[in-house]
């Protein structure tokens, strides 16, 4: 009974069974100390524990624990996920979940060399999804009145630099190739995020059917800027479409900022997992080589589809399978370590964001991946050794992630210990994306070198 984390995944990079707790990114994100596995971020709550041993071979494990959910850094913090115009309102979402209670139940068997886990954890999902909040700028109020019922500041955009606003002057999103590039970034579709701005604000959804009629009636060939407009469902179907109304929109307002709100639906995830160890030859490399897989079936999972107030809906499938050695090269060396992992996600890529809406590039809107099996959906692979030296003084440390639709991590790091209460670690990350496809597009530019000192008492 306590504040406590709780670790059933162990995996490195990916989380697959470790469904239990949030994680506290707002420090730096996900680039920490990769041989860690999560251990310093995960966010601890209170929660009750308690385990008890069915047979000498069967132990049944179970908790309840209040809510916590996944923070990621702040709006403005070079580690934001969310294009800096935008500010999360994450306090508003969080009210309505913070009495919520997360429970799960899990057995693990013990036969030899093979070990068995199966579980299954009823929680609030920790990883926020977003839907776009009124802006509140009531500013422009009186000079645009109202349309379709709605006032100006009763949909989602403010002005930067006027009362009302959270952006200075030039601070907002202007114009179509901005928008674009931003959403690309963040993992929405640009052009289906017009209409889904359409669809849940009549101010916004009324703009754009005048524009549609308006420009119609002007045209020789009454096609007009959106040809395909369904008035009040839909207006723009690809970029050409939609970038002269995203320009004329901030030509009218300059450019401007906004706010989104998280929730956390309910979900149920079953899971199951193993590992076995073989035994070979002494000294051999599948002498005491340990496989582990982990794997987790969502059904129904909501995630955050292009800031709608309708969420995106799917069976989800999480799978990661590792292969883990201790090899001793040298009778002057301790063994090294080897971790070599893979990962399969189904419909959500490895930093949250929905397949369908992969891809966009500031000149093109989202193609979007296919969700499933192998050959669909998003894959990882990881790569890691860590090799002390005969004293355990020093440690050599090396990680890498990379993503199959183009982007990787690397992170090599040496590890000080002069004496017991003192741990100096320093490590440098590279990242890399090929395209806005990669989970690294949105942090590419973070290359770095970090230090950390540690003293335990």
Same mark, same amino acid.
């Not at 955050?304 to 499938?317: F, P």
């Given at each position: #009974?306590?504040?406590?984390?709780?670790?059933?995944?162990?995996?490195?990079?990916?989380?697959?069974?470790?469904?239990?707790?949030?994680?506290?990114?707002?420090?730096?994100?996900?680039?920490?100390?990769?041989?860690?596995?999560?251990?310093?971020?995960?966010?601890?709550?209170?929660?009750?524990?308690?385990?008890?041993?069915?047979?000498?071979?069967?132990?049944?494990?179970?908790?309840?624990?209040?809510?916590?959910?996944?923070?990621?850094?702040?709006?403005?913090?070079?580690?934001?996920?969310?294009?800096?115009?935008?500010?999360?309102?994450?306090?508003?979402?969080?009210?309505?979940?913070?009495?919520?209670?997360?429970?799960?139940?899990?057995?693990?068997?013990?036969?030899?060399?093979?070990?068995?886990?199966?579980?299954?954890?009823?929680?609030?999902?920790?990883?926020?999804?977003?839907?776009?909040?009124?802006?509140?700028?009531?500013?422009?109020?009186?000079?645009?009145?109202?349309?379709?019922?709605?006032?100006?500041?009763?949909? #989602?955009?403010?002005?930067?630099?006027?009362?009302?606003?959270?952006?200075?002057?030039?601070?907002?999103?202007?114009?179509?190739?901005?928008?674009?590039?931003?959403?690309?970034?963040?993992?929405?579709?640009?052009?289906?995020?017009?209409?889904?701005?359409?669809?849940?604000?009549?101010?916004?959804?009324?703009?754009?059917?005048?524009?549609?009629?308006?420009?119609?009636?002007?045209?020789?060939?009454?096609?007009?800027?959106?040809?395909?407009?369904?008035?009040?469902?839909?207006?723009?179907?690809?970029?050409?479409?939609?970038?002269?109304?995203?320009?004329?929109?901030?030509?009218?307002?300059?450019?401007? =900022?906004?706010?989104?709100?998280?929730?956390?639906?309910?979900?149920?995830?079953?899971?199951?997992?193993?590992?076995?160890?073989?035994?070979?030859?002494?000294?051999?490399?599948?002498?005491?080589?340990?496989?582990?897989?982990?794997?987790?079936?969502?059904?129904?999972?909501?995630?955050?589809?292009?800031?709608?107030? $309708?969420?995106?809906?799917?069976? $989800?499938?999480?799978?990661?399978?590792?292969? $883990?050695?201790?090899?001793?090269?040298?009778?002057?060396?301790?063994?090294?370590?080897?971790?070599?992992?893979?990962?399969?996600?189904?419909?959500?890529?490895?930093?949250?964001?929905?397949?369908? !809406?992969?891809?966009?590039?500031? =000149?093109?809107?989202?193609?979007?991946?296919?969700?499933?099996?192998?050959?669909?959906?998003?894959?990882?692979?990881?790569?890691?050794?860590?090799?002390?030296?005969?004293?355990?003084?020093?440690?050599?440390?090396?990680?890498?992630?990379?993503?199959?639709?183009?982007?990787?991590? #690397?992170?090599?790091?040496?590890?000080?210990?002069? !004496?017991?209460?003192?741990?100096?670690?320093?490590?440098?990350?590279?990242?890399?994306?090929?395209?806005?496809?990669?989970?690294?597009?949105?942090? $590419?530019?973070?290359?770095?070198?970090?230090?950390?000192?540690?003293?335990?008492?």
């Amino acid at each position: #009974v306590g504040n406590q984390q709780i670790a059933w995944g162990e995996a490195l990079f990916f989380r697959v069974a470790d469904v239990a707790n949030g994680l506290d990114l707002r420090r730096h994100s996900f680039l920490d100390y990769a041989q860690e596995e999560y251990a310093d971020e995960r966010a601890p709550s209170p929660a009750i524990r308690a385990s008890y041993n069915l047979t000498q071979q069967w132990e049944v494990e179970t908790f309840l624990q209040m809510f916590q959910p996944t923070l990621y850094p702040r709006q403005g913090s070079p580690y934001a996920l969310v294009n800096s115009p935008y500010e999360n309102q994450d306090g508003k979402g969080y009210k309505d979940y913070d009495n919520f209670i997360n429970g799960g139940l899990r057995f693990n068997g013990q036969f030899d060399q093979l070990g068995l886990q199966f579980f299954m954890v009823s929680r609030h999902n920790p990883d926020p999804v977003y839907r776009w909040a009124a802006g509140g700028q009531t500013a422009l109020d009186g000079a645009f009145g109202s349309i379709n019922g709605q006032k100006f500041s009763e949909q #989602v955009f403010r002005a930067s630099g006027l009362p009302g606003s959270n952006a200075p002057e030039g601070g907002g999103t202007l114009g179509s190739s901005d928008w674009m590039g931003g959403s690309a970034l963040g993992g929405l579709n640009g052009v289906e995020a017009l209409n889904v701005l359409g669809r849940d604000f009549p101010f916004i959804g009324g703009f754009l059917d005048n524009i549609a009629v308006v420009s119609a009636q002007l045209d020789p060939s009454g096609k007009g800027l959106l040809p395909n407009a369904q008035l009040g469902k839909s207006w723009a179907t690809n970029l050409q479409e939609a970038a002269p109304v995203f320009d004329m929109f901030f030509s009218i307002l300059g450019d401007l =900022d906004g706010s989104i709100i998280s929730k956390y639906p309910s979900e149920n995830i079953f899971g199951a997992g193993g590992n076995y160890i073989f035994y070979s030859t002494p000294d051999s490399l599948l002498d005491q080589l340990v496989v582990r897989f982990e794997g987790t079936w969502t059904p129904s999972k909501q995630w955050s589809d292009n800031v709608a107030r $309708e969420t995106g809906t799917s069976d $989800e499938y999480n799978t990661a399978l590792a292969f $883990e050695k201790y090899q001793r090269f040298s009778q002057n060396f301790p063994a090294t370590f080897f971790s070599l992992q893979w990962m399969h996600k189904s419909a959500i890529d490895f930093v949250g964001r929905p397949l369908k !809406n992969i891809g966009g590039r500031v =000149d093109k809107e989202a193609t979007g991946k296919k969700e499933g099996g192998p050959g669909r959906g998003w894959d990882g692979f990881s790569f890691a050794f860590s090799q002390p030296f005969p004293n355990l003084t020093w440690r050599a440390d090396f990680a890498v992630l990379y993503d199959i639709y183009g982007g990787y991590l #690397v992170q090599p790091s040496v590890r000080y210990k002069p !004496n017991g209460p003192w741990t100096v670690e320093t490590y440098a990350t590279w990242i890399y994306a090929a395209s806005t496809r990669s989970v690294f597009a949105p942090l $590419e530019w973070t290359d770095e070198v970090g230090v950390r000192v540690g003293y335990q008492f």
